[in-house]
């Protein structure tokens, strides 16, 4: 391709200072984020029923109004649920054929809630809000042809990179390690709102957990902290079987056991006491908030799989990145940056940029032609990207 | 009791008019009491469970602000949620020890509407938003001291009557024969929002009944119209084994078969078209609306049922006055009207009033101890109205 | 006119006991009677102005869920705002022509707020949330033709009588004294939210008045005592004026001085500390609650002034009424009854019923021609009374 | 200061590509962040004069759910006000001294849109609906002690740089002097929706805006072409006197004159036709975004201007930056980011990183002494930011 630019990077490894942000299925800005993308999703699945096509939808406009709770050892009480707003734009008719898109947001919503928060009582806990509205005309037209690559709808940008720095791994495979289910099983007291910050100073890592405890399963303070110091072994243990290097843990910094103001919870979820969240301000669609590295600000939840250019980039960038590296053992990482043209087709992008940090003894010219093979390969596909993402098979947040 | 007056009435049925309405339980305005009365009764026992008494509570302010539908034989969609605001003030916390109110107001709305409403399907069709306030700190105190008669918290009226009239009872009756599970068991096509009209000029009654049938179990035109006849059927025998003399029966006088404009529905509710409802619109608590006899404008439904005055005395005066004719041969119809006092225990009213029409032979004087001896039986006891409310002894709307 | 029956009825004066309410302008039910009308009102005026018809409407449910405040002596602050949901359904548009309906609502609402609460900041103590949907296209087709008389929307019922009884006059002229621009510039301290209660027993009148004080015209518990006994003395000098019996008056009643405990409000309105108001929950179109007489359940604020055949039977049957009386001197007092008949003009009613009291010395039979002349006059240019609603000639509240 | 890593950074401007992007004033993201940080502006101001300190807020979850408008040449209407919903949480009250929080929001709500949008009716146009929850206890404490400068209150991250690059200043000021008072004084038909993208390839700028017309100002299609080739022209001389190479221009792409689809609106705002807008989706705190170099995910606007160390640290490195380019020549540009420390005073970070790029013949070690300066006098005074914040005298967005 004409306007693919292939150069060498830079490792962000080789910065002194790195940092890296998870935060976790349940923390507010991922739980409206997870929402959306599971209304979006469930969208295109009965746009595809009902008229054979993926019809057009925005809903990335998601928020978490949190509740209130009174919480104590051994259980306390949500006083006030938490409202959650789920807005946006989606076609409601097509040919005087029409679907009930709040509807479905609702279900989606209490859907994906059930399946995610094992101690929230969703009619008790929330409150949903529908506000979506219709779709314009000229939105709608987009989508008309089938099997057509679409129209870029706006001049947006994707960026992505491949493989995780150490520090990366650590941040991200930690949170899922302790909203696992097999943790979860055997650790019922650890909630679903957990944050992991990550800094790398040269090799040295610290590494901040903050992970709502679930106030049913703790007696007392003395339990608490005995049960944190547990979770607390549990991924020290964790991470030193993933980084060799010296490495800081912290948990719940915030404790004051003087006070006795610890983080417990009912749910399992900050937002029962006033945490609010909003799609678009949590990770980026690899799962991570990396400052020190080239972010897209596009909030990629719930919007459409289809013709969203931005959505598509960032998960064409990370998917195809990830690519490289897996195939070619000389690439040491990459980094992929793409800039759409309004209204031209997604896979004519107005520019691309292929960053690759290379092996010792390999040079750009040389796996030049390899790369590009890669890279035409995705371009040509672009639109298998849209099943990836409504079927599940790649991360958006 | 000195603030009692007996009279000698005067007979609704000597009226040439008489005219009686009954909103079924599916009409907007009675399904909104009846979740704000659910939503009242659940409160009335959590707060038992939890503090022993019944807290301060009036969730009398329910909205329902009705969706958009696309209807048509054998299916449809509904295409926007009816939502539904449930208001009012309640006790949220007490000594430090707090309840969920808008989650249990939540949690009971979508109880009542799933038992209530067969064809709705409440995840998808209905957006509930709870804006209970917490209860000011003046009327908390009310209920401090248990087993107290409480003080009457407003100057307030209260009536009933019995027994009903024939145009009563056919109007009453009629509609729950519709609604009640037999008939719904066969006629599967029959919605739950009924509403029947009856006039009385001299002894010709004139019925008109208005039901929504369920489109999915209605093929066609002509299979509505068979099925609508059906129905006419079942009523006019129904009606008929109640009243000797003479009656015309309507039905769903509004369809218009030439443009195929008929009552046909996605959930067997108006409410999914845009018709509307608030709480204390539809029937009184006796389950009608009687405009050619005394009545209350009280809003019962949702309202507390240990010092709500006006609640208690509407109740009050239905369970009196069939218990007289009930139990007194002699009396052919009593109406009995009761005016609280602000501040004074709610068993001594400020006036009230019994106005009753004697078998011929029977007078005043006579039967006055009688009469006076359930009178204040009932006085005594008045605090079993509010048993009877909240394990719903007895209807409210 | 064949169906109206003309008959002699009975006085309520005559009954030993008599209860009448009136909501004051300022009580959460009354405001929001008068929003939803203002709302009714302006639109019917839009409509005019775009399509010269009034369009279908009917924004009769609104909802007032009440504020916080903390009020103190000499100040105190409102915490938070009061919600008001106006609610109803309405033509948003007519062949291609749009109305902004919500828009004008909120615009109505506004206006109407700061025209008739003095106290109130409307930027800083309301939150105005429209929820009107729009018109289905079946009530739409009642407007098309101009110049017709339309046709009944319902089976419905309105009622009306004249004069007001002297405890009715009372009750209803003084809240409107209290409420008087003249009485409020002289004393600014008293709030609009004002209920009368007023009891007759026998001649023996008890008036009860509730009337929120404004707390920064009161500097003190003594001040508050000492302008609460002129506003006492004042109200017992107008009722003197009115009344030549005996009567009792009472004046805020819950008012507890030993706990300083008094009614007073930053806004001079209670909805600010709770106290909730649904459409159609207070007056009836007379101004008045008179639950010893017949009384139509109708909520008549909001409700379009066309074609509402209850709104405007309600209406009629007051102005009717009053016609006869002011005209005829051997008319004591006057009862209209009128019930519709569905898809029949309007002013072709199933029934109507009038009842007079005539002075000693007349007969029905006698005057019966000359009643007669003015129903059929009345009936004649029933669309009058749309007018007179959309002009603000007439009260409904 | 120890922690403070300074270091030779690389310019933006070799790379070969750049991309700049500036949501204008009336954007949708924009304005929400503008309303959102008004908020806290105003609240602050208003702690202020309650308790001598700004007690602790972050409003910072704003959500705009756009409306419906039906535009046409000359005018058209408004259907559905745009619902603007503010969220967050803030101190209602401190020792029984309380705050009307929401209503403050409403009107600084208000007052900023209508102080920012010429077009925008707010009565008619905007619903208001505020959600502040009361802060928790805890967060309050930070704010205990006046003139200590507030621990962190998360671990979080600041980053900013000085000067804008050619293509970066480009789009900021094109935005600017599109949306100065002079220019829409001159031009009433352009409206306050600007979005300008500004994409350098080599040396060579596309820029592309996208401008809202004002539809009252423009009489047809003709009007609207030459209108907009006016605005182009206007543009271009504007982009050269700034930009000495090569650009290209190009303005409203997706006008489509054939279907006579331009971009035209009722108030100037794209959020009349449903374009929904949230807090911290638009420009980073120095007004741009700028994919290309380091970014902050922070979303700044509406945060609390006293502890909140994400927007103090962005802000904070933003001003630092420009006081370093300015006061010495030799520094061709700067980059700071600085990461905190949670619990720790917020002027003594974790981690600090100034990179510069010098003049030909500096070399760091030299110039390491009077940098290191500046950094530490910005580092004492960081409560200056505070004021600059609440005082308007910096961006946030």
């Known amino acids: 391709m004409a306007n693919v630019h292939y150069r060498i990077g830079k490792s962000v490894q080789d910065n002194y200072i790195e940092l890296v942000e998870r935060k976790g299925i349940g923390h507010p800005d991922s739980l409206i984020d997870g929402i959306m993308e599971e209304i979006s999703r ?24 949190g509740g209130e709770a009174k919480v104590e050892f051994g259980g306390g009480v949500v006083e006030k649920p938490t409202e959650i707003y789920l807005a946006g734009r989606a076609v409601h008719e097509v040919e005087g054929k029409a679907m009930n898109v709040e509807g479905i947001a609702m279900e989606s919503a209490r859907k994906y809630l059930m399946e995610n928060c094992r101690h929230l009582d969703v009619d008790r806990h929330v409150v949903l809000f529908p506000r979506i509205r219709k779709g314009s005309a000229d939105l709608v037209s987009i989508f008309k042809n089938k099997g057509e690559v679409p129209l870029a709808n706006d001049t947006s940008f994707g960026t992505g990179f491949a493989p995780y720095t150490p520090l990366e791994s650590v941040v991200l495979e930690t949170e899922r390690y302790l909203n696992s289910k097999r943790y979860k099983d055997e650790h019922p007291y650890v909630g679903e709102d957990i944050k992991v910050m990550g800094l790398r100073e040269g090799t040295k890592l610290k590494v901040a957990v903050a992970a709502a405890f679930v106030s049913k399963h703790v007696e007392s303070l003395k339990d608490y902290i005995e049960k944190k110091e547990g979770v607390f072994e549990d991924i020290k243990k964790f991470i030193s079987r993933m980084y060799d290097d010296e490495f800081e843990l912290f948990i719940n910094t915030g404790d004051d056991y003087k006070s006795g ?6 749910t399992g979820l900050s937002m029962e006491m006033g945490d609010d969240g909003e799609v678009g301000r949590g990770n980026r669609a690899n799962g991570l908030i990396t400052p020190y590295r080239k972010m897209s600000l ?23 990145t990830r690519d490289i590296v897996e195939q070619f053992d000389f690439v040491d990482s990459a980094t992929f940056t793409i800039v759409s043209q309004i209204g031209v087709p997604i896979n004519k992008p107005m520019n691309a940029d292929l960053e690759v940090v290379l092996s010792k003894g390999y040079n750009l010219e040389d796996v030049r032609p390899k790369l590009n093979y890669v890279v035409e390969g995705w371009m040509e596909n672009i639109t298998e990207i849209t099943e990836r993402i409504v079927y599940g098979k790649t991360t958006v947040f």
Chains 1, 2, 3, 4 share one sequence.
Not at 50 to 63: A, Q, R, S, Y
Not at 261 to 266: D, G, N
Not at 306 to 314: A, C, D, E, L, R
């Open 42 to 65: 469930e969208l295109s699945k009965k746009y595809l029923d009902e008229f054979g096509v993926i019809m057009h939808h925005n809903v990335d406009k998601g928020l978490i109004v």
């Open 261 to 266: 103001s610890v983080y417990i919870t009912k």
């Open 298 to 320: 596009e909030a990629a939840a719930g919007k459409n799989p289809v013709s969203h250019v931005g959505k598509i980039y960032n998960v064409l960038a990370n998917e195809l």
